[in-house]
Antibody, heavy 121, light 108 residues
Framework: QLQLQESGPGLVKPSETLSLTCTVS??????????WGWIRQPPGKGLEWIGS???????FYNPSLDSRVTMYVDTSKDQFSLNLSSVTATDTSVYYC?????????????WGQGTLLIVSS | SSELTQDPTVSVALGQTIRITCQGD??????ASWYQQKPGQAPVLVIY???SRPSGIPDRFSGSNSGDTASLTITGTQAEDEADYYC???????????FGSGTKVTVL
């Protein structure tokens, strides 16, 4: 069974860069059928897709966050990462990593449990 | 603001049928996927494509599409179906995804 697990600092200061990593187990991050993505949810609010990356490093990002987002992949560790720069309090959210199925009907079929990241001084 | 519109709240009596709708221009070009989220939990995929259910999702969940509207129907709603439901699709430009603002389903 595929599992995704987010890891990160929990607390980031305003204007700094948020860094999160997702570790995939029970399967490989390599493969052309899938991308790997990040979705966030501010407390009490809805879901927002941040971006997705594939095993070769091809990315596509939410246009509203594009200038601040960078994603990386490390196939040797079955991990992918998110950097979000110049964070503010509005970036406080639960961040989920997901498997993004691009072939056939697109969908996010596996989700991590989520990690809460708070932006505060 | 979301480019997929959902009713904020919907109530349904136990055992009855509920339809949750999602409206947006992107749905003319791309199928929606639907996610169920219970408090304190990660979302779970319940419907995708024309009307496909992942393994483990009860067959009381079904999906349909017409024009710019996608619908999620729960037939014979159970107490455990009380949750927030989000629709998602590719943006009409094709280069990113959008989520609906979510519908809170209350089972009476």
């Amino acid at each position: 069974q595929l599992q995704l697990q987010e890891s990160g600092p929990g607390l980031v200061k305003p204007s700094e860069t948020l860094s999160l990593t997702c570790t995939v187990s029970g399967g490989s991050i390599s493969g052309s059928s899938y991308y790997w993505g990040w979705i966030r949810q501010p407390p009490g609010k809805g879901l927002e897709w941040i971006g997705s990356i594939n095993y070769s490093g091809t990315t596509f990002y939410n246009p509203s966050l594009d200038s601040r987002v960078t994603m990386y992949v490390d196939t040797s560790k079955d991990q992918f990462s998110l950097n979000l720069s110049s964070v503010t309090a509005t970036d406080t959210s639960v961040y989920y990593c997901v498997r993004d199925v691009l072939t056939g009907y697109s969908r996010f079929d596996y989700w991590g449990q989520g990690t809460l990241l708070i932006v505060s001084s | 603001s979301s480019e997929l519109t959902q009713d904020p709240t919907v109530s349904v009596a136990l055992g009855q049928t509920i339809r949750i709708t999602c409206q947006g221009d992107s749905l003319r070009y791309y199928y929606a996927s639907w996610y169920q989220q219970k408090p304190g939990q990660a979302p779970v995929l319940v419907i995708y494509g024309k009307n496909s259910r992942p393994s483990g999702i009860p067959d009381r969940f079904s999906g349909s599409n017409s024009g710019d509207t996608a619908s999620l129907t729960i037939t014979g709603t159970q107490a455990e179906d009380e949750a927030d439901y989000y629709c998602n699709s590719r943006h009409s430009s094709g280069n990113h995804y959008v989520f609906g603002s979510g519908t809170k389903v209350t089972v009476l």
